[in-house]
T-cell receptor
Framework: AQSVTQLGSHVSVSEGALVLLRCNYS??????LFWYVQYPNQGLQLLLK??????LVKGINGFEAEFKKSETSFHLTKPSAHMSDAAEYFC??????????FGTGTRLTIIP | EAGVTQSPTHLIKTRGQQATLRCSPI?????VYWYQQALGLGLQFLLW???????NRGNFPPRFSGRQFPNYSSELNVNALELEDSALYLC??????????????FGQGTRLTVV
């Protein structure tokens, strides 16, 4: 079955520390992968997407993600967290069925 | 350029009533997607409209329905409201069907509260 799993519904990091948000997928076909961010009381904004041109994808606001086929993962990272990064992050996958399937989200809290 | 717009921002209804939510896609986008974001459940795919036709629907009962108008705007109707229908309803549009890595652009959502 095709699915998306985000490990950790809540993640807290100190300001300036590394941010690591995990996303794994289950699929028998090559998926297309996205990370979206949702700030309070707002819709979703695209952070980055995997285009198959490179396994390391750079997005907005200093975020990047690495596609690892062998691990079926697409983890999101940022070297140094800022207070403004506090939000909910969603991993999304297009399994080739013309819709996006979302993970359950990870709420990121930044500790001053 | 205007993004995806949704109205109303908030909607309060009584159990058993009907709710109508509206979405205007980005100009030139023909595909509209509806998602339900209930507390703790992430985003669940509801409906996809393209070129005025319903192309796909998620695992929701028939009382969730909608349509797409000739100008590509869309309406989501929820009949016989139940308390568990309380959620943020997000609309997204794309310039093409969601092939491969086509991006979907989201509106700010309609917060539906059923009391």
């Amino acid at each position: 079955a095709q699915s998306v799993t985000q490990l950790g519904s809540h993640v807290s990091v100190s300001e300036g520390a590394l941010v690591l948000l995990r996303c794994n997928y289950s699929s028998s076909v090559p998926p297309y992968l996205f990370w979206y961010v949702q700030y309070p009381n707002q819709g979703l904004q695209l952070l980055l997407k995997y285009t198959s041109a490179a396994t390391l994808v750079k997005g907005i606001n200093g975020f990047e993600a690495e596609f690892k086929k062998s691990e079926t993962s697409f983890h999101l990272t940022k070297p140094s967290a800022h207070m403004s990064d506090a939000a909910e992050y969603f991993c999304a996958v297009n399994f080739g069925n013309e819709k996006l399937t979302f993970g359950t989200g990870t709420r990121l809290t930044i500790i001053p | 350029e205007a993004g995806v717009t949704q109205s109303p921002t908030h909607l309060i209804k009584t159990r058993g009533q009907q709710a109508t939510l509206r979405c205007s896609p980005i100009s030139g986008h023909t595909s509209v997607y509806w998602y339900q974001q209930a507390l703790g459940l992430g985003l669940q795919f509801l409906l996809w409209y393209d070129e005025g036709e319903e192309r796909n629907r998620g695992n929701f009962p028939p009382r969730f329905s909608g349509r797409q108008f000739p100008n590509y705007s869309s309406e989501l109707n929820v009949n016989a409201l139940e308390l568990e229908d309380s959620a943020l309803y997000l609309c997204a549009s794309s310039g093409d069907r969601l092939f491969m890595n086509t991006e979907a652009f989201f509106g700010q959502g309609t917060r539906l509260t059923v009391v």
